[in-house]
């Protein structure tokens, strides 16, 4: 134990010269209502150049908050009022836009704009393409830039070249179209990972990742509905998939305008929380032991990112599964009618894999949240996509096969309940604000990737059976589940590694990870209470990578 004391006695003394500088909240101190005034009309404190944000907003609000049950849940509710909305239609929004290319190939598109061989897939896959080489740049842009500004421009700029696609009339204008369209899409689905980690708790993260992910599932139902009443639309102008092009990026235009408006930029900096609520949506994150946003890029974090074996983990899970997602999300009406459907029947019949797809993504963040474990629920989800592609491969085309063959073909859409849950497992596992940026750039960069090749194992000429991209699919999911049980392996060893460098530094070694316990547990246990010791959290906003932060607890 002397040993220990030593050591911990040395690490004190290494950040006395920070903790001057720094005077970070208790995160159980008491508030003072009466001190409050307004950010705007105190002297800027000045504070060490890559610490995160919150640590000078905190040093200026000149007084500390305790986080109590009620205070979390109501700034809590607040939030989700503000941000999801916004996210939701975003996301729905750009997965519309994505399917418009299915939609449209179910109404003549192929045959209007005389597209030949493997033309199609590659219009599905070019989108890919372009967000795969623009991620790196997304990720410093995240680090360096507003968000909320960020993500209305992006959204804008994509609504409007969809509008400019019903000018395209062969394979070359369709395909310029579709990877500028790739290039301003790339920000959209790492910037809605990065404001979740911004504003949520660890143990909040999952249900908001499915939430705006689930959106997939909607635009299925809804998408379909829609298409199938502008199919209908008679134009002696323009072809029922250039009027679908049209109304989705003018809805897409009109909605960017809702978002410069309404989207903040962070919780230091959002208007719609008032006096002490800054406070609370700031101290309810220290214990994530993340950060919020530093706005200084660190080369130290991106060469940690690309030697951790947590990186390539969740690039290769993100690749893989894209895989198969890419080349459903693109040939996925074409499958059902193979099976002997007309288009409008097609369309109709793409309505409930898109509610399975819903239910599997809100369903599995549920699950997860309540065990309080990804990778058991993970392994689930990779069962049925297994079943259904076994299905489909095995199964005729005759007419008496069409009910077996449905349901192959909607159970493999619980897929899509995979790819929020990796989201949140990466976000939070990993710390450091230029890591999780790098990380998540990472994850798309192998979700791209992954997405470009999908549509290339399948082609129309294919028809019916598809054998080709359902047997790589099949093999794919196979290998989804044997990587997931090895990505909690790695874990349990950190989380060992992390104990024993606590002990060496004469801490606990086992300690209250208070960023995944609901706040009703801390009010209500005074066993946990009394576990979560003052200094735990201490380093929350010093914006560590987590291999550096002992205090750093990895979840399942």
Same mark, same amino acid.
């Given at each position: 134990?002397?040993?220990?004391?030593?050591?911990?006695?040395?690490?004190?003394?290494?950040?006395?010269? =920070?903790?001057?500088?720094?005077? #970070?909240?208790?995160?159980?101190?008491?508030?003072?209502?009466?001190?409050?005034?307004?950010?705007?009309?105190?002297?800027?404190?000045?504070?060490?150049?890559?610490?995160?944000?919150?640590?000078?907003?905190?040093?200026?609000?000149?007084?500390?908050? *305790?986080?109590?049950?009620?205070?979390?849940?109501?700034?809590?509710?607040?939030?989700?009022?503000?941000?999801?909305?916004?996210?939701?239609?975003?996301?729905?929004?750009?997965?519309?836009?994505?399917?418009?290319?299915?939609?449209? &190939?179910?109404?003549?598109?192929?045959?209007?704009?005389?597209?030949?061989?493997?033309?199609?897939?590659?219009?599905?896959?070019?989108?890919?393409?372009?967000?795969?080489?623009?991620?790196?740049?997304? *990720?410093?842009?995240?680090?360096?830039?507003?968000?909320?500004?960020?993500?209305?421009?992006?959204?804008?700029? @994509?609504?409007?070249? =969809?509008?400019?696609?019903?000018?395209?009339?062969?394979?070359?204008?369709?395909?310029?179209?579709?990877?500028?369209?790739?290039?301003?899409?790339?920000?959209?689905?790492?910037?809605? %990972?990065?404001?979740?980690?911004?504003?949520?708790?660890?143990?909040?993260?999952?249900?908001?990742? &499915?939430?705006?992910?689930?959106?997939?599932?909607? %635009?299925?139902?809804?998408?379909?509905?829609?298409?199938?009443?502008?199919?209908?639309?008679?134009?002696?102008?323009?072809?029922?998939?250039?009027?679908?092009?049209?109304?989705?990026? #003018?809805?897409?235009?009109? @909605?960017?305008?809702?978002?410069?408006?309404? +989207?903040?930029?962070?919780?230091?900096?959002?208007?719609?929380?008032?006096?002490?609520?800054?406070?609370?949506?700031?101290?309810?994150?220290?214990?994530?032991?993340?950060?919020?946003?530093?706005?200084?890029?660190? @080369?130290?974090?991106?060469?940690?990112?690309?030697?951790?074996?947590?990186?390539?983990? @969740?690039?290769?899970? +993100?690749?893989?599964?894209?895989?198969?997602?890419?080349?459903?999300?693109?040939?996925?009406?074409?499958?059902?009618?193979?099976?002997?459907?007309?288009?409008?029947?097609?369309?109709?019949?793409?309505?409930?894999?898109?509610? %399975?797809? +819903?239910?599997?993504?809100?369903?599995?963040?549920?699950?997860?949240?309540?065990?309080?474990?990804?990778?058991?629920?993970?392994?689930?989800?990779?069962?049925?996509?297994?079943?259904?592609?076994?299905?489909?491969?095995?199964?005729?085309?005759?007419?008496?096969?069409? &009910?077996?063959?449905?349901?192959?073909?909607?159970?493999?859409?619980?897929?899509?309940?995979?790819?929020?849950?990796?989201?949140?497992?990466?976000?939070?596992?990993?710390?450091?604000?230029?890591?999780?940026?790098?990380?998540?750039?990472? =994850?798309?960069?192998?979700?791209? &990737?992954?997405?470009?090749?999908?549509?290339?194992?399948?082609?129309?000429?294919?028809?019916?059976?598809?054998?080709?991209?359902?047997?790589?699919?099949? %093999?794919?999911?196979? *290998?989804?589940?044997?990587?997931?049980? =090895?990505? *909690?392996?790695?874990?349990?060893?950190?989380?060992?590694?992390?104990?024993?460098?606590?002990?060496?530094?004469?801490?606990?070694?086992?300690?209250?990870?208070?960023?995944?316990?609901?706040?009703?547990?801390?009010?209500?246990?005074?066993?946990?209470?009394?576990?979560?010791?003052?200094?735990?959290?201490?380093?929350?906003?010093?914006?560590?990578?987590?291999?550096?932060?002992?205090?750093?607890?990895?979840?399942?």
């Amino acid at each position: 134990m002397a040993n220990n004391k030593d050591k911990a006695d040395s690490a004190q003394v290494e950040r006395a010269e =920070l903790d001057r500088d720094v005077e #970070a909240s208790a995160h159980n101190s008491v508030a003072d209502q009466d001190a409050v005034e307004p950010v705007s009309n105190r002297t800027k404190t000045a504070y060490p150049r890559g610490f995160d944000k919150a640590t000078e907003f905190l040093k200026q609000a000149d007084h500390q908050v *305790a986080v109590t049950h009620g205070d979390s849940r109501r700034v809590a509710k607040l939030i989700d009022w503000r941000i999801l909305p916004i996210l939701l239609f975003i996301y729905c929004l750009q997965s519309l836009d994505k399917n418009t290319l299915s939609y449209a &190939a179910v109404f003549g598109l192929i045959a209007d704009t005389g597209l030949e061989g493997d033309q199609y897939s590659w219009l599905g896959s070019v989108v890919y393409l372009a967000q795969l080489v623009f991620q790196p740049l997304v *990720a410093y842009i995240l680090v360096k830039f507003p968000i909320g500004k960020f993500l209305a421009v992006m959204v804008f700029a @994509w609504g409007a070249i =969809l509008c400019g696609m019903t000018a395209a009339h062969n394979f070359t204008g369709l395909l310029i179209s579709r990877l500028v369209l790739g290039i301003f899409e790339s920000a959209v689905a790492p910037t809605f %990972v990065a404001i979740v980690q911004m504003w949520y708790r660890r143990r909040e993260q999952t249900k908001r990742n &499915a939430a705006w992910y689930a959106m997939l599932g909607v %635009v299925n139902i809804i998408g379909s509905l829609l298409t199938y009443g502008l199919g209908h639309i008679n134009s002696s102008v323009l072809h029922s998939y250039q009027i679908i092009f049209l109304f989705c990026g #003018a809805l897409t235009v009109a @909605w960017s305008i809702v978002t410069f408006i309404f +989207m903040p930029d962070s919780p230091m900096t959002a208007k719609f929380l008032k006096a002490d609520d800054k406070l609370i949506a700031i101290e309810r994150l220290r214990m994530n032991q993340q950060g919020i946003g530093s706005g200084v890029w660190k @080369w130290e974090h991106v060469w940690e990112a690309m030697l951790d074996l947590k990186t390539w983990l @969740w690039f290769f899970i +993100m690749f893989i599964i894209s895989i198969p997602s890419g080349g459903i999300s693109t040939f996925g009406p074409l499958i059902i009618e193979s099976f002997g459907f007309d288009r409008f029947t097609t369309i109709l019949f793409n309505i409930p894999f898109g509610a %399975v797809q +819903m239910i599997a993504t809100l369903g599995g963040a549920w699950l997860a949240d309540k065990i309080r474990m990804k990778a058991p629920v993970l392994l689930l989800l990779c069962l049925l996509p297994i079943a259904g592609c076994s299905i489909l491969l095995a199964v005729g085309r005759a007419a008496s096969d069409r &009910a077996v063959l449905l349901f192959g073909y909607y159970i493999i859409s619980v897929y899509p309940g995979i790819s929020p849950l990796i989201y949140s497992w990466s976000g939070q596992n990993t710390g450091g604000d230029t890591k999780r940026k790098v990380t998540t750039a990472m =994850l798309f960069i192998g979700s791209n &990737a992954g997405n470009v090749i999908g549509p290339l194992l399948f082609r129309p000429d294919e028809k019916p059976r598809y054998t080709r991209g359902l047997t790589a699919n099949l %093999v794919l999911f196979i *290998a989804l589940a044997v990587l997931v049980a =090895l990505g *909690a392996l790695l874990i349990k060893f950190l989380n060992v590694k992390h104990a024993k460098a606590r002990v060496a530094l004469g801490k606990p070694e086992k300690i209250v990870d208070l960023s995944m316990v609901d706040n009703r547990e801390i009010e209500d246990d005074d066993d946990v209470l009394n576990q979560a010791t003052d200094n735990v959290g201490e380093r929350g906003f010093e914006d560590l990578t987590d291999l550096k932060n002992e205090d750093f607890i990895y979840v399942y």
